[in-house]
């Protein structure tokens, strides 16, 4: 009787669950199998997306082209002191990753407009951590480029697409 009721419980809550579009993140679905991946070649987060794109099974760049083209157009990073230690050295430092991308059609038409998506951590330094703390701020970066890879990625994966890769009006 108890696994009767653990398995209705199972069911009730997965039925829930997909009732209101639950989905596991890195679930998605594409209308397209290629993408073009241009702009920043030689970046980090041109590579963060690259790999993601790969780990999700669509080729990138193939020879023969592809209905959509990715343009990671510019990055910047910004750092500033939040609050100061009462000897005047920075106590708690914020740091700001953001990126402009576009997406278009294989004619040059905007599926996704140029737009900015950016992210910010916090860090928090004491006097005798200061020297480890450049290598954690670099690992936020590496964090903050791979969130935004996927949250281009969850856009990707909305962008409805008609037959032969043709833009869906």
Do not use: H, W
């Not at 041109?46 to 083209?69: F, S, W």
């Not at 690992?139 to 833009?167: N, V």
């Amino acid at each position: 009787m108890k696994r009767f009721f653990q398995t209705i419980a199972l069911l009730a809550t997965t039925l829930a669950l997909t009732a209101c579009g639950f989905q596991l993140r890195g679930q998605y679905n594409f209308d397209f199998e290629k993408i073009e991946l241009r702009g920043m070649e030689n970046s980090e987060m041109n590579r963060n997306m690259d790999l993601q794109l790969q780990i999700l099974n669509l080729k990138v760049n193939p020879p023969e082209g592809a209905p959509l083209k990715l343009n990671l157009i510019s990055e910047a990073r910004d750092r500033s002191i939040v609050t100061f230690s009462a000897t005047g050295r920075a106590r708690e430092v914020r740091i700001t990753y953001e990126l402009l991308y576009s997406v278009v059609d294989k004619n040059g038409d905007f599926l996704i407009a140029t737009s900015q998506l950016s992210q910010r951590r916090e860090l928090t330094y004491t006097d005798d951590q200061i020297l480890g703390k450049e290598a954690e701020e670099n690992q936020l970066y590496t964090e903050m480029q791979r969130d935004i890879a996927r949250q281009i990625t969850g856009r990707l994966s909305a962008l409805q697409l008609g037959p032969k890769g043709q833009t869906a009006k």
